[in-house]
């Protein structure tokens, strides 16, 4: 959703944010803004708060924020084009291109100092604390939100002085060190325990805060889940601090028992409506972030993030990247939830080039034409393409993850619809759909895991997981299978129901990556994918949807496994914490040589 702030507050605003409120001089300068003259009003600190938003819309505006993502099992990217930074990040390796590490520290820097300049600024009002204590609580959640983000990604990262809340993180100064990872650990508790303090609605009330069935703004519930998910990272590596696991259960138990009692949030009976554009504001996303596309170009209140998930071989413009993972995809559990994250068939497109004809085709991702067929349909493309080296009808090759994706009507708009993998996609770069960075069922996932891990709420976690696995499975023995769990199995199980759950949500708070990091099974990922990669992923007898040289749909059964092997060829060494961290940016370490490890 849009913020709507006027152009010359934005400014104002904008222009303060690069000085520290503390560096002002004490005289009275005639015809200049300062924060005793600006910042009078609880109204005037909502400037502040929604330069504050406009970073948080910017963070995740297009995908190089996320590129470190790739390094989950669930995505990999593209084989060539613009993906060199994509593909380092799904080989562990340090990227030749920068885009990925420097968008990603810089933006996350944004948000902290513009967080720091509301809590600077809120000194300066001659109201009482409590009178501001919703904007306090936007300030030191996501100044949390993004030390999180951080940690996770770089491990050891500079912190704001406490003395001088508005430092300029622009410039990094020599003089700022390094804190250690507990250190910035403890940090993000203390602010999302001062978010907590802030006593934050669970509800908003209709209007910029609050749109549909969900909240604009960070709510008491979403301060809640984070600091769950804040103490599992520290009772996995790298502190392994086990007994987090129970300040972890307790505190997702909070948003569980809350829902029970007010139903503030809730889980959609149906997965196909978790990322549906025509469902965007629902009530199972507990934190978001809200874009609107009123300009049509790039830019923090737009999302652009639609042609993402599509492969480049598709007729709808695709960027490819992040792609679905073979490997992931075959183990993935089959049910609604499956047929929901990614699409059931890809949608092939062909043209009469003497009639103009459009014709569609609903074909698997996996199908392939015989190869005199595929000879001829090349040659009628005009294509030049060896056709020895496949006969697939998609050359990506790979499943598609939904989530970003919109369907078109024939004029090439948005539909506001749950997404069909049989309809055309939309191809725009631009659109207002909502990011959810932490939804109810995650909570329930975490509220399972870090119970059975400590041994506390045994039964309680039993019957959250059986909620999430009843809408994700049609076989009720999977749902009842839970009741017999050990501890240690409803931990595992757990651990890979949220998994499933977040499948290609790259931009989420927690996602595959950020599982694998706290757990140390990222080794996992990159032994898988510079190994063999013999697994069998379509077996043999398998019904297949395919297309022939006219491009017209038929149907052929496999007579022998599919075997794939990734296209990238994955080489190097594990290097340990070197390969699971990200490099630091290296304009940054010129300015700040504490930043190593």
Not at 181 to 195: G, S, W
């Amino acid at each position: 959703m849009k913020i709507n702030i006027l152009p010359g507050c934005v400014f104002a605003a904008s222009m303060l944010l690069t000085t520290s409120c503390s560096d002002f001089l004490t005289e009275d300068p005639k015809g200049q803004l300062t924060v005793e003259t600006l910042y009078k009003s609880k109204a005037d600190l909502d400037l502040a708060i929604n330069s504050l938003y406009q970073n948080i819309q910017g963070f995740q505006c297009n995908s190089n924020t996320m590129i470190v993502q790739c390094m989950g099992d669930d995505v990999t990217s593209t084989t060539g084009s613009n993906k060199a930074a994509y593909l380092a990040a799904d080989a562990f390796e340090a990227p030749s291109d920068l885009k990925g590490v420097n968008d990603l520290w810089n933006w996350y820097y944004k948000i902290i100092k513009a967080s720091n300049y509301v809590l600077d600024c809120a000194k300066y009002l001659k109201v009482d604390k409590s009178e501001v204590s919703e904007q306090l609580g936007q300030a030191y959640f996501w100044r949390a939100y993004a030390y999180y983000g951080l940690v996770r990604t770089w491990g050891p990262v500079p912190l704001s002085p406490e003395e001088v809340l508005s430092v300029d993180v622009d410039n990094i100064k020599d003089d700022i060190p390094c804190a250690t990872v507990e250190e910035v650990y403890n940090y993000i508790v203390k602010d999302l325990k001062a978010a907590e303090d802030c006593n934050l609605p669970e509800k908003y009330p209709n209007g910029s805060k609050h749109i549909g069935d969900a909240n604009v703004y960070v709510s008491a519930q979403a301060v809640k889940s984070t600091l769950a998910s804040v103490y599992m990272s520290m009772a996995g590596y790298p502190l392994k601090k086990s007994d987090y696991y129970a300040l972890a259960a307790d505190k997702a138990k909070e948003v569980v028992d809350a829902v029970n009692a007010r139903g503030i949030q809730s889980l959609l009976p149906n997965w196909n409506s978790v990322y549906s554009y025509g469902n965007d504001n629902h009530n199972e996303c507990i934190l978001g972030i809200y874009y609107n596309a009123n300009t049509g170009s790039w830019g923090t209140d737009d999302s652009q993030l639609t042609c993402c998930h599509v492969p480049a071989s598709l007729p709808w413009g695709g960027w490819g990247d992040f792609l679905a993972e073979r490997y992931f995809w075959s183990k993935y559990p089959e049910g609604p939830r499956k047929d929901a994250v990614y699409a059931k068939t890809l949608l092939y497109k062909s043209e009469n080039k003497q009639t103009k004809e459009i014709k569609y085709a609903n074909v698997d991702w996996w199908a392939t034409m015989d190869g005199e067929a595929y000879k001829t349909w090349m040659e009628k493309n005009d294509k030049n393409e060896d056709v020895e080296k496949t006969n697939a009808v998609f050359s990506d090759y790979r499943p598609m993850f939904t989530g970003f994706s919109v369907n078109a009507n024939e004029q090439g708009q948005p539909l506001k619809i749950d997404f069909d993998c049989t309809k055309p996609i939309y191809a725009g770069m631009t659109l207002g759909k909502r990011h959810q960075l932490i939804r109810y069922a995650e909570v329930l996932c975490w509220f399972a895991e870090a119970s059975a891990r400590s041994g506390k709420y045994i039964s309680e976690a039993k019957t959250a997981l059986k909620k999430v696995r009843s809408r994700a499975y049609s076989d009720q023995a999977i749902v009842d299978a839970i009741d017999a769990m050990s501890n240690d199995q409803l931990a595992e199980a757990a651990y890979n129901e949220h998994r499933y759950e977040v499948a290609g949500n790259v931009l989420g708070m927690v996602t595959c990556r950020e599982d694998a990091f706290r757990l140390e099974r990222l080794k996992n990922v990159f032994d898988y994918r510079v190994g063999p990669q013999s697994d069998i992923l379509v077996p043999k007898g398998t019904l297949t949807h395919s297309v022939n040289a006219k491009g017209e749909p038929f149907t052929y059964t496999l007579e022998k496994d599919i075997i794939l092997k990734e296209k990238m060829e994955v080489t190097g060494t594990w290097k340990g914490e070197e390969s699971m961290y990200q490099i630091y940016p290296p304009t940054e370490v010129e300015k700040n040589p504490n930043l190593k490890r």
